[in-house]
C-alpha cells in the first residue's frame, strides 16, 4: 500500500468513525426525548437533530472519499502533454526570477557593483572526482577574474552540469548561488531546466529518499501556481520526472553531522546520467561528510572562493562611500592598504565581513573610528562588534514609510531592542531544532509552545457561549448543557491537528474544473442519501410514518447542504490560479485567512438553512435562525484541512504576553525582512546569515542567568 493510500484509509476511518459517535450521540438523545414524554423538536431534540445531521455529513464524507479514491486507483492519470511541460517551465522561470531579483535587491549584491570575489576549482583532490570525467580537457573555474557571465558559461561545459560550491562562514556562497540562479535564468534557452534555490535543511531524506520526491513536494509547496488543473496533472512530479528542474540546494553544512552524508548518499542515489545540480556547503562539513560517504559527488566540479585581497575590498568600500565621506574614512582605508588593520583585513576578505562593515558604518553614515581601533585587534571581536551593532544600524538607517508601502523599508516602528529581543528569541528556536535549524514558517510559531492549554479554554469558551444560547433560547437547560458540552468536546478533539497543520489557498476559477464542480453536486446527493437514511433511523421511535419521513427529509436536506457547501466546495476552492505568484510568507498568511474567511461565510449558510429548516419543523424561531447560524459558524470552523491561520491567532497572543513575539508577529517578520535581517524563501522566513542567527542565540546564552536558564525551558510546558 502507498503512503497516499494509507493516508487516504485514514482519512476514511476517522471520518466514519467520527459519524458513528455522533450517530450513537444522537440515538441518545431522542431516546431520552421520547422516555420524557416531549413532543418533537423539544428540548434535547434539537441536540438529536444536530448531531443527526453532523452524522450523515460525516459518515458521508467517508463514503465520497472511499468512493473517490476507489474511481482514481483504477487507472493512471493522463500524462502532461509537451505544451504543459512548456507553460509550466515558463510560469516556474518567472516566479524564481521575481523571487530572487527581490532578494537581490533587499541584499544589494549589485550596488554599486558586484563584491569582487574569485572562485577557482579546489586544490583538494579528496574532494572532486577524476578531472577528465567532470569536464573535457582542463577542468573549468581558473579563478582570479572570473565574472558571474564567465561562471555560468564554465558551468554550461560541464559534461553532467553538476557543481558543489564550497567555502568558509560569510564567504558568498549563497551570494553565489543566488547570482547562478538569476544569470542562467536571463539565459535560458527554451530546452534547458529551471533553476530553483533551495535550504538543503528542507530535505529530510528519511521521509523522501530520492532528492526527485522531495524536489517535487518542495515545487508544489513553494508555487503553488504549478498546481493549477489548466496545467494538467501533477506538473511539479512531471517537470522533475523529465529533468526540467535544476535544483540548487543551499547550506548542507546547516545539517546536523550525521544527517550530511546520509543526504549525500541520497543524492547520490537519485543520479541519472543527465541530472544536473549545484550544492553550496562549508568547506571542512563537506570533507567531513565526504570522508565518511567513502565516494565523492560524481562528475561534480568543486569550487571554492579565493581571499580578497585588502586593496580589492578597500576599493570596494570607497566606491560605497558616499562623495564626501567621514573623515575617518581615508585613514581607514590607507591602514587596510598598507596592512596597519590585520583584524579589518581579515573580516573584509569575506562576503560577509565586507557587507557588515557597509551595513553597520556605511549605510547609517555614523563615525568609523572603532574600525581603526579594533583593526589592529582580534578578529574574532571585530565581528562580534559588527553583529551587535548590525540590528541598531539596519534599523537606523531603513525607517518606517510615511505613505505607501515600499519594498525596503519597514510598515511599523519597532525599537533596535524589540528586534534584537524578538530575533533572539526565535534565533534560540530555530537552532534547537535539530532537523531544519533554518527554516522559520509562521504556521511553525504554533510549535513553539504546547497547544493543550490553548485547546482547553478554546473548547471551554466555545461550550459555554454555545450552552448558554441555545439554554437561554429553548429555556432547557438540558438542551444547553448537553450542546454545550457537545461542542466543547469536539473543539478540544478537533483543533489539536490545527497546530500542525500547513496553509491553504481559495481558487474559484470555474473554467476548467466544471466537471468537479458537477462531482460536488453529485456527492452532495450521496450524502444527501446517506443523512434521509439516518434521519429515519432517528426518527423510528416516532410511531408515525409522516412525522418520520419529515425528519427523515429535514435530515438528508441539511445534511447534503451542509456537505456541499463546508466540505466540498472548500476542497474544490482548495487549488491555485495561474496567475498566481511565487508563494511569499505573506501571501500564505492572507491566502489561509481568506480561506478561514470562506469556511466561516459557508458554515453560516448551511447554519442558516439549518435554521429554516428547523422554523418549518415547528421550532421556536429565534431557536431555529440564532441556533442554526451558531452551529453552522462552528461547524464551518471546525472543517476543512489548513487552520493555519487559526492557530496562529491563538498561539501569538501567548507568546506575546510572555514577550517573546509582539502580537503583529506577521508584520514584524515582514519588517524583519524589509530590513534586510531576514530573507525569504518561498513561504519560508531566514536569517539572512546563518552567523548572525548563531550570533543572537549565542549572544543570549551567555547573557541569560543560571535562574533564567532553568526557567526558560518550562515556560514552553
Known sequence: MTARAGRMNRKVAMSVALGILLLALSAGFTLVTRQGGLGPWESTDIAAAVTAVASAVALGNGLVQFLSWWRKRGGPAPAPTSAD???AKDILAGLVNQQWRDETALRSLGDPAPMPLAWRSTARRELADHPEIIAKGTVAFPGSDVHIADMVRNFRALRCRRLVILGGPGTGKTTLAVQLVLELLRTRSPEEPVPVLLSAARWDDRVHPRLQDWLAESLALDYPALRAEGLG????????????????IDGLDELPQHARADMLAALIRSMSQTDQFVLTCRTEQFAESIEELGDVLTAAAVIEPQPMAAAEAGDYLRACLPPVPHPAWPRILEALHAGAAPALA???????????VRATYIAPRVDP?????????????????????LIPAMVSAHPPADGPAQPFRPQHAWTAEQVDKWLTYLSRQLMAREEDPRDMAWWHLARYTPSRTVRLWAGVGIGVVVGLVF?????QALAGLCIGLLSALIVVILIGSWFTESPGHANFEVRGRLSQLLGVLRDGLIVGAVGALVGWLMASPLGGTRAGLETARNIGLLAGIAFIVVLSLIRWVEHPATTATARSPRSTWRADRNLTIIRI?????????????????????????????LLGLLFGLMLGSHHAWLAYKLTVPRLATRGMLPLRAMDFLDDAHRLGLLRAEGPYYQFRHIELQQHLAREREREATPKEKLREPSELS
Open 233 to 248: 496533472p501533477d506538473i511539479p512530479h512531471a517537470l522533475v520526472a523529465r529533468g526540467e528542474v535544476l535544483p540548487v
Open 85 to 87: 511541460i512548456g507553460t
Open 471 to 475: 439554554g437561554l433560547l429553548t429555556k
Open 369 to 389: 573610528t572603532p574600525l581603526l581601533e579594533l583593526g589592529r585587534g582580534s578578529a574574532a571581536e571585530l565581528h562580534d562588534h559588527l553583529c551587535n551593532r
Open 346 to 356: 581579515e573580516v573584509v576578505s569575506t562576503s560577509l565581513g565586507l557587507w557588515l
Open 601 to 629: 461565510v459557508s458554515g453560516l449558510v448551511v447554519g442558516f438553512m439549518g435554521g429554516l429548516i428547523g422554523r418549518e419543523a415547528k421550532l421556536d424561531q429565534s431557536v431555529a435562525i440564532v441556533g442554526g447560524l
